[in-house]
């Protein structure tokens, strides 16, 4: 696995939101992606997904040039994507949800559901009630094993902590260790700066549509900038 | 009985029955509004474009090989969704992105050409435009029953004092079948989820890895296939002319949608059959109450849609809670 992101530009519009930026993630690596509200996080995810068109620089999964490819061609050739917001199908039952996650002629489709539901217990339990019945940190397993039912070799999350409490946050992220453990490499866009630079191994700092810092998330944690801007204490 | 009570017995059963025409007539049209937010204005035509099509068979295929004309609403639902199919490709897909006004117009343009196509087009094989399948009972209600056309000999069951129609019949038959069988592709099958995920979220879907134009275009033909289906029925128990989508058709069909709740299949059955009373009962009141009070005989339309307007004030969302959409 290795994704490749090099000097992509994009707008919404005529309102430019990327500027030139470079990331890459190399296999079972975890990534990180921070920056405040509107950096452009959300923005690059779904630029490398294909659900908005760059407008210049190239990205390469597995070596190969994606950014011509439709969202789902892309998501099919190995990627896990969690929308910011978790975005399940409201009037879909659970499973029904997770189902959607996976290409209609897999064959081992039973036995990617049992592998998110060994990851999720609960989810099991509420299998046929309706996504939307279910709590927040509930709903974001659901979107997570839902990403998790293609067998993907990079999983994309956007802003898992939203809406949830700071314990099942944790909770939360945990499994993503656990999933990172199994050969899985992460990449994702986070708010809480804290938490993302404490689990990850590499991150991203953006502002404004652009990368301004990147390194190792431990010597992040130590730099007296982030610290200041992002960390919420003073040197 | 009186005899007055088994006539309004009698309307409201054929109220009924034509309610069942009704539901078909709009299921088609709730799968594609639900799922791609496109309201197919050209969907009444497609219907009466269907109707020609079993007409002409009747008169061309049907004394040749001895089939009944009442197949060829199969080859009615082949045929629309393939015509379904090429609209989406050669109009729709291309301005559907652009938000809710020009697809809507694209398909209203579709519509006025299909119509000059019936009524042109077919000119040639027809002396009149006034065709039905049905023979007509009382031949001063209309410049159409010629007698040509009339190569369907329909059958009645009486059943107690009330007089069936046999094609009536049939075409409630049809249409109380095929909305339950769309309810379940729609509920149990991975692509009738997936045309339900579609319509929920499209984004969502493409982030789970659903091909969400492949959706679309199962939705638009399967949709218009159902109005080919109904079409082809549709020419056995109405008469048909190249204005009657716009004229009758299509406001009925959307009154029914909207009561029924966009997306959902059961509700547009169940709008359909209400639709299909409430026109037969106000076709009642306006036949013998209204006309008391010199209001034309023809006011049973008006009264309906009093109604529908009525309701709709009660309960803007439509009668039915589940849908398609959130
Ligand atoms: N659909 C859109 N149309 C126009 N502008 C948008 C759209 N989505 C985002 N933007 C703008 O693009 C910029 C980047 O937004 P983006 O959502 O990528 O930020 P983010 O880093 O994900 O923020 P957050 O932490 O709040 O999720 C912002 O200025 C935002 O206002
Ligand atoms: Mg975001």
């Known amino acids: ?235 | 009985m009186s005899a007055s009570a088994i006539t309004v017995a009698q309307l409201l059963i054929g109220g009924i029955l034509q309610g069942g025409f009704f539901a078909l007539a709009s299921v088609g049209l709730s799968l594609i509004f639900g799922v791609q937010r496109i309201l197919n204005v050209a969907h009444g035509a497609f219907i009466v474009l269907a109707s020609f099509i079993t007409i002409q068979f009747s008169i061309l295929i049907t004394p040749v090989f001895h089939i009944d004309p009442l197949y060829s609403a199969a080859l009615d639902f082949v045929l629309m969704a393939l015509v379904g199919a090429a609209s989406y490709f050669l109009l729709i897909y291309k301005v559907e992105s652009t938000g809710f006004e020009a697809p809507l117009l694209a398909t209203f343009g579709l519509s006025v050409f299909l119509e000059y196509v019936i009524a042109n087009g077919l000119r040639f094989s027809f002396s009149s435009f006034h065709l039905t399948l049905i023979p007509v009972l009382d031949p001063s209600s209309g410049i159409g029953a010629q007698p040509q056309n009339q190569v369907y000999s329909s059958t009645s069951l009486l059943v107690g004092p009330i007089l069936l129609q046999e094609p009536q019949l049939i075409a409630f038959i049809v249409a109380i079948a095929v909305i339950p069988l769309m309810h379940l592709f729609l509920t149990r099958t991975y692509y009738g989820k997936a045309i339900r995920a579609t319509a929920q979220d499209w984004e969502a879907a493409e982030f789970s890895g659903i091909d969400v134009r492949m959706m679309r275009v199962l939705s638009f033909t399967l949709g218009s296939g159902l109005a080919g289906l109904a079409g082809g029925i549709f020419a056995f128990t109405n008469s048909v002319t190249p204005t009657t989508a716009d004229t009758s058709l299509l406001p009925i069909i959307l009154a029914v949608i909207i009561l029924g709740g966009v997306g959902s299949m059961i509700g547009t059955l169940m709008a359909g059959l209400i639709v299909g009373l409430i026109m037969s009962g106000s076709d009642v009141v306006a036949y013998y109450v209204l006309t008391q009070f010199h209001f034309p005989t023809d006011f049973g339309l008006v009264l309906t849609f009093i109604i529908f307007l009525i309701a709709l004030m009660i309960k803007p969302t439509g009668l039915f809670g589940h849908r398609l959409q959130k």
């Not at chain 1, 700071?166 to 994702?188: C, E, N, W, Y």
Request: hydrophobic residues 45%; aromatic residues 6%.
């Open chain 1, 1 to 235: 696995m290795s994704l490749e992101v090099a000097n992509v530009s994009a707008s919404y519009g005529a309102v430019r939101a990327l500027w030139d930026v470079s990331i890459s993630v190399s296999q079972g690596q975890f990534v990180c992606l921070v920056g405040a509200n509107g950096a452009g996080k959300s923005t690059l995810l779904k630029t490398i997904v294909g659900m908005i068109p760059p407008r210049s620089g190239t990205i390469r999964f597995n070596g190969r040039g994606i950014s011509n490819l439709r969202t789902h061609s892309i998501i099919r050739m190995g990627i896990g994507f969690v929308p910011e917001g978790r975005r399940l199908f409201p009037t879909l039952s659970v499973e029904e949800n997770l189902r959607m996650g996976a290409p209609r002629a897999i064959n081992n489709l039973e036995d990617s559901l049992k592998k998110v539901y060994t990851l999720f217990p609960v989810l099991e339990e509420k299998r046929k009630q309706k996504a939307i019945a279910l709590s927040g940190g509930e709903q974001q397993m659901v979107a997570i094993g839902r990403a998790l039912m293609g067998s993907p070799r990079l999983l994309i999350l956007d802003e898992l902590s939203f809406g949830l409490a700071p314990i099942i946050f944790d909770r939360v992220l945990s499994t993503i260790l656990q999933i990172k453990q199994a050969g899985v490499s992460v990449l994702m866009a986070e708010q809480n700066a804290e938490r993302a630079l404490e689990v990850s191994d590499y991150s991203y700092v953006m502002e404004n549509g652009r990368v301004v810092k990147h390194g190792r998330s431990t010597d992040l944690i130590d730099d007296p900038l982030v610290k200041e801007a992002y960390l919420g204490m003073d040197e």
